[in-house]
C-alpha cells in the first residue's frame, strides 16, 4: 500500500519560507515523477514543480521558477519542495504526488494530474 505524507505547510508573511516535505511509504521505483501540485481556494489545482527519480531532472511552472527548488532523498525515500520569496498568491493546499513515466516527460512539464498514481493528503500554506 502506498502511501504519501506531506508536511511543512503553515502560515508565514509574504517574503518568507518554508519547506514542504513527502514521505513515500510502501513503493520505490527509480522511474517516478514526483511532483508538487497546489489548489488555491476557489481554483483548480495547478502544477507547482517535479522531479524524475532517475536523474534528478526537474522541471518549474514560471510561478515556481527562482523561488522554489524541488529535490529528493533517495534513501528517505522523501521529495522536499523549498518554497522562498513567498507570496500572498502561493496561498494554497500543496499536494504531492507520484507517477510512473519517462524522464523526459516529467522533466518538460508535459504531464497532468492524471498520470500521477499516488497522492498525498496535502498540507496548508498560507502566505499573508
Known amino acids: 500500500h502506498v502511501q504519501l505524507v506531506e508536511s511543512g505547510g503553515g502560515s508565514v508573511q509574504a517574503g518568507g519560507s518554508l519547506r514542504l516535505s513527502c514521505a513515500a511509504s510502501?513503493?520505490?521505483?527509480?522511474?517516478?515523477?514526483m511532483a508538487w501540485f497546489r489548489q488555491a481556494p476557489g481554483k483548480d489545482r495547478e502544477r507547482v514543480a517535479a522531479?524524475?527519480?532517475?536523474?534528478?531532472?526537474?522541471f518549474y511552472t514560471d510561478s515556481a521558477k527562482g523561488r522554489f527548488t524541488i529535490s529528493q532523498d533517495k534513501v528517505k525515500n522523501t521529495q522536499y519542495l523549498q518554497m522562498n520569496s513567498l507570496k500572498p498568491e502561493d496561498t494554497g493546499f500543496y499536494y504531492c504526488?507520484?507517477?510512473?513515466?519517462?524522464?523526459?516527460?516529467?522533466?518538460?512539464?508535459?504531464?497532468?494530474?492524471?498520470?500521477?498514481?499516488?497522492w498525498g493528503e496535502g498540507t496548508q500554506v498560507t502566505v499573508s
Open positions: 510502501g513503493y520505490t521505483y527509480n522511474r517516478n515523477c
Open positions: 522531479i524524475h527519480a532517475f536523474d534528478g531532472s526537474t
Open positions: 504526488a507520484i507517477g510512473y513515466m519517462a524522464r523526459a516527460y516529467c522533466s518538460s512539464g508535459s504531464y497532468s494530474e492524471a498520470d500521477f498514481k499516488y
